[in-house]
């Protein structure tokens, strides 16, 4: 029987609060560091690896750590998820959205239908139009070959596909599976939409319109913004575009898309990358092969999540450290640091994914928890970040728990060999510094370049970014937010702090405000 | 004289401490938040203003922050600054990057030059060369005109660069000021300068190498790449190549760069955006008379930074009251939200500024202060945030403070009528609702859709995002930054926090390593 309680109600959370502090500078200096570094590190699905050994724990802290698990029951709450018990308590809607990458546990049919199956289905519709559209069957009202891909869409139809997008481009253009280029459109600023728009070759575009609802202002607005230009231009809209929406949405039946592909309630935007989503814009501009093994890639690590031993389960223990790190050390931001180009995106895509998940002070009952739960997340690719804001990271006054990402290869294998070594060695140098600078510090009488170490990391490391490796990584942050919820005992299926605004600004639009709202509306002459 | 003195040293902070605090969701609701709107609203240079009637303070709490300017000696910090003194301690440097725009007051004679002329000179000098390239008098080999730029920096030479190009992009082609596309190189990472270069079409791309000590290892390996790919395509690379750097750099005086342009050490990168660093590369997209205009919003920008009166001089303002959100209420964060797509990578800028320049742990004279200092600075344009982490800016257990930007007109002018109003007017109204949802929040039985409110906000609102308004905007926040390092007595000029990542680099490819680091190198396959 599953109980749903407060962190603060664990007895185990008491009992990790008492454990002796870790001195990080101390043990992860000399031999010992080495042993550490060998033996904190767990595997993770697609051949990617979780290196704990700079995070302020010891086997001590680890064990009160299992505890913790064990009594806050994440394997139990995790196996109720993926058998469709309904944990988006307060949208009454289960969570499905590992459904769309491989069956965890029993079959889940709502809404009298199996829902792996329909999105199988999804999935395999999206696969046959993407071949159609390569093969040229289906093509623009010449018949010629469509060329590009731009999804229309904001939040997460959004930031998880185009991160996605942009981390696999180069590799498929190395691999020889680029088969379109991909654009995005998302902000309601209409200069998003025109600014995009000049640099695409309308005549040969494919438009991808996803919104759940069907109903999402922003992405109907740039719809229509899209189809005044195609207008324009002489073209058809309803050759150049397809659905992504739920089967009940306005959009699903409407003669005005070449395709509509589904999603349904029970995956939220931010989880919805492995859906039809993220599905179509990456099977056109991938392959649907490609695609399929980025699915393989987040079904390997939904199954790790499985695992009752916290160090062979990446997530939960991820989970784990980052609840200790909040809930007892204090620290109220983390930075997602991926040493890879191609991962520019996703610390973007990170953000909304745990701040929208977890951001919230309320637990799953609608009381007001008294913890802190989900903190800042913010990021930009290494090397770059080193000559930018790493200076707080390093000297500042808060201590913010750092997540670093690195491969082994590039994705394009073009390098350069300067002063003995190669561009991605010196890539790899540099995170394996910064993991070692921030825990360790450096002593200097000049305190100017004095470095207090003990700033905790942890590095997630792998072969090269691939469809699969990057699958496994978008999963075990997925289900690393949602081992979080559980212990902080919230809803991380909902988003109601995104409602207010919506409301007040129709208001606006109505010219319907009084007080400081007005005022505001005028300013900004609307 | 000027004292330098810790915050914590001065009697008007312990005022300051003792205001009694402001309840926002009180004074913003009704007329009298209406009449709030209307008067905490400060002028800015290019046209902008400051509105903070949002922020968490009134008349009371104004006096105390300006009796803390003055105890602080805001104004003669500043006056020392722009007249020459030596404000950069650590490294024992001037501090100059004003001078690049205007003459604020004396003639600053260093190194036997007058610097504002030196300065002058380099701009006039990028223009004639821009002005060249785009004539077709400067041109590849074949004699054919140059048509891309490619800038390649890291840091401070490259994050303000992008974002002003990006800022500009569409404005320049709307305006018939576009006169070339500007692509950037960053990364250390090996596929990012080969993914940008599969974009560029070489042959008529000029490279702008951009490093002021010459010797940054991941411009000069980023340099090395370019110029293999230039011999591999049969071109010539010095003839597709120009340097800004100092003048004692390497770089300066060879054969390998059609020409070099001069910034020096009192401008430090992340304040280089008005220098050559910027200079080059905006001049040659855009020509040099926007260029120079851009300079003038950001000279404005120091002129107003003069006054005395805090509520004429709207960079001290902000950065007062950014102190007291941070070392009176404690707030450890802030984001950056500008309502315009343009401004996409403006908080990345923002970012590199604020964090590298005051995320410091000790004062001037190298002592630990025991205030907090710099805080996180992250964002992402609205309304895409609004669909992502503003849940946790909502509802989260941390208050964050917010920046918001907004501008009556979009640059493109391109736009449709939905549902009653532009999507200009949607992109106003929801930057003005988000102001008063976060400020006054929402009363509401079920608490999973209560909003506390009382979560402060200040928005700079201009009439349209142009080269002029870009200019104030950039220096109002360089000024901000400034004066919340003289209130907590940082040097806000240099950056000792990155040394130590990159002498373990070193270390790690000279296979110079034991303990941790060798095992770390070991994962990571170097």
């Known amino acids: 029987m599953i109980a749903w309680k407060n962190l603060s109600e664990l007895a185990s959370f008491e009992k990790v609060k008492e454990c002796k502090k870790v001195c990080l500078k101390e043990v992860m200096s000399g031999e010992n560091g080495a042993e550490r570094v060998k033996n904190y590190c767990v595997p993770m699905a697609g051949g990617l690896a979780y290196n704990f050994a700079a995070k302020a724990v010891d086997d001590d802290i680890l064990a009160a750590l299992a505890a913790l698990a064990k009594e806050a029951q994440l394997n139990e709450k995790y196996e109720a998820l993926y058998n469709g018990e309904m944990i988006n308590t307060g949208e009454k809607r289960l969570v499905l959205h590992q459904l769309t990458r491989g069956q965890q546990g029993n079959a889940v049919v709502a809404d009298g239908v199996d829902k792996r199956a329909f999105y199988v289905e999804q999935q395999e519709k999206i696969a046959a139009f993407a071949e159609k559209v390569h093969s040229g069957e289906i093509a623009n009202e010449k018949g010629e070959k469509f060329t590009q891909a731009v999804q229309i869409g904001i939040g997460g139809s959004d930031l998880g596909p185009r991160a996605m997008y942009i981390a696999l481009e180069n590799w498929a253009k190395k691999t020889g599976h680029f088969k379109m280029e991909a654009k995005f459109i998302s902000n309601v600023d209409p200069d ?51 659905a992504v929406t739920s089967e009940t949405s306005p959009l699903a039946k409407s003669a005005d898309y070449l395709a509509a592909f589904f999603m349904d309630d029970y995956i939220g935007g931010r989880y919805s990358s492995t859906s039809a989503v993220g599905g179509a814009v990456l099977s056109l501009a ?83 928890v008294d913890y802190p739960t989900g903190p800042v997340i913010f990021g930009e690719p290494g090397t770059n970040g080193q000559h930018s804001f790493y200076q707080l990271l390093h000297q500042g006054t808060n201590i913010v728990p750092l997540q670093f990402v690195g491969f082994r290869k590039s994705q394009l294998g073009t390098d350069v060999v300067i002063q003995g070594s190669t561009s991605q060695q010196k890539l790899g140098a540099n995170v394996a510094a910064q993991i070692v600078a921030f825990a ?15 700033r905790p990391s942890s590095i997630i490391i792998g072969e090269q970014l691939t469809p699969k490796s990057l699958g496994a990584l978008l999963a075990h942050f997925e289900n690393k937010v949602m081992f979080q919820g559980f212990l902080w005992n919230l809803n991380s299926f909902d988003q109601e702090g995104v409602q207010l605004g919506k409301v007040l600004a129709k208001r606006v639009l109505a010219h319907e405000t009084d007080g400081a709202l007005a005022v505001y509306s005028e300013l900004l002459g609307i």
């Open 192 to 242: 998003d939409a025109a600014g995009v728009l000049n640099g695409v070759d309308a005549a040969h575009a494919v438009f991808i319109l996803v919104s759940k609802s069907g109903t999402t202002l922003e992405t109907l607005t740039n719809e229509s913004f899209v189809k005044d230009a195609l207008t324009k231009a002489g073209l058809d809209p309803s050759k150049h575009m397809i």
């Open 286 to 368: 991938f392959g649907s092969d490609v695609f399929a093994e980025f699915l393989d890639g987040a079904a390997e690590a939904d199954a790790t999540a499985k695992e009752t031993d916290i160090c062979k389960n990446p997530s939960m223990l991820d989970a784990l450290i980052g609840v200790y790190e909040r809930n007892v050390l204090g620290y109220p931001a983390t930075a997602v640091l991926p040493y890879s180009q191609a991962l520019s995106r996703f610390p973007a895509h990170l953000q909304q994914l745990d701040m929208e998940s977890n951001g919230k002070s309320v637990n799953r009952y609608g009381e007001p």
């Open 440 to 454: 360790c510090g450096k002593d200097d009488e000049d305190r100017n370049k004095y470095f207090d170490g003990g």
